[in-house]
């Protein structure tokens, strides 16, 4: 997804024993629907190597309508797309064009630059239809931030779930609740879809030295305060934390290891040097990033200023 400059969303300082932060999302519009932005907050710029978390809908799209997000390019970074509603076409410069659908996990690796662009089918689009899902970006390693790019998807019956006491975990990308998911992450990473039923109480795994909990929806209670919709639940490094469903609840875990430096960040582009963000940009501008194979006739501009 094609991100723009916006303000970012209020944080509220913990005071509780495994919660070192509150990041309240904020809702904004972007082509014909919602997106609430948690990562980055004022005061928290990432949670393991995720470094932009994007919950998109729930939107429903009357007939004739949908998602039309024109190519634009990325680099340094991996893209995680995950759809709980509807359905759309990915479309990148590698030749990939490829429908996710609910469960599906789409992983593209930019690495030194890759062009994508994301659109309702035409046939899901003439029937309208309600899209809900999550898209966040991770940071890749110093090291591995040239990479050749690459795509991958995974469907969703080739995802591991991890059955707990009113509990089902989908393992997304990395290492949980000891499954591994096929997704292929350059660093150690959380990234779980938890289902629970009312009443549920989930251990939060510890593998992982930074974590957070974002309710998808419905509500949960986590140290004795109780959390609703959008909010993310940054927790203390190690702490041991658990957390109730309120009423039926989705969750997403995200988190992993530090990052190892810091991270610039402007529009699409993110690198451990201003330089490389300098250079993207001039690219960008100048046409020499690849163009989609398909979908080359249109693409959104590089924001100045």
Not at 234 to 244: I, M, N, Y
Not at 279 to 296: L, M
Request: with cysteine; proline share 9%; glycine share 10%.
């Amino acid at each position: 997804m094609s991100r723009y400059p916006d303000k970012e969303p209020e944080c509220l300082g913990g005071d509780s024993g495994v919660i070192d932060l509150v990041i309240e999302s904020r809702p904004r519009a972007l082509g014909g629907f919602t997106v609430r932005r948690t990562l980055p907050a004022t005061q928290r710029r990432q949670v393991g190597p995720f470094l932009f978390f994007d919950h998109m809908g729930p939107v429903d799209f009357a007939p004739g309508q949908g998602i039309d997000v024109r190519p634009h390019p990325h680099i340094a970074l991996a893209t995680i797309t995950y759809l709980l509603e509807g359905e759309f076409v990915h479309r990148d410069s590698l030749g990939s064009e490829q429908p996710i659908r609910p469960g599906d996990v789409n992983w593209m690796v930019a690495g030194r630059g890759v062009v994508h662009s994301e659109r309702t089918a035409p046939e899901v689009r003439a029937r309208g239809a309600r899209m809900h899902g999550i898209q966040t970006w991770v940071a890749l390693p110093v090291e591995d931030e040239e990479v050749e790019p690459r795509f991958e998807h995974h469907p969703r019956p080739t995802m591991p779930v991890v059955s707990r006491p009113g509990a089902k975990l989908h393992v997304i990308a990395g290492t949980a609740y000891g499954a591994k998911a096929p997704t292929g992450v350059l660093s150690p990473t959380l990234y779980v879809h938890a289902k629970l039923d009312a009443g549920a109480t989930l251990p939060i795994d510890e593998e992982h030295e930074e974590r957070a909990v974002y309710v998808v929806d419905g509500a949960i209670d986590c140290d004795g305060k109780r959390f609703g919709e959008g909010a993310m639940l940054v927790l203390r490094p190690r702490a041991h934390a658990a957390v109730q469903a309120v009423g039926k609840t989705n969750l997403l875990l995200v988190g992993g290891a530090p990052l190892d430096g810091p991270r610039h960040i402007y529009w699409n582009f993110v690198a451990s040097s201003r330089e490389r963000i300098e250079r993207a940009k001039a690219d960008w501008r100048e046409g020499r990033f690849p163009r989609i194979p398909g979908d080359d006739a249109e693409f959104i501009p590089l924001p100045e200023g």
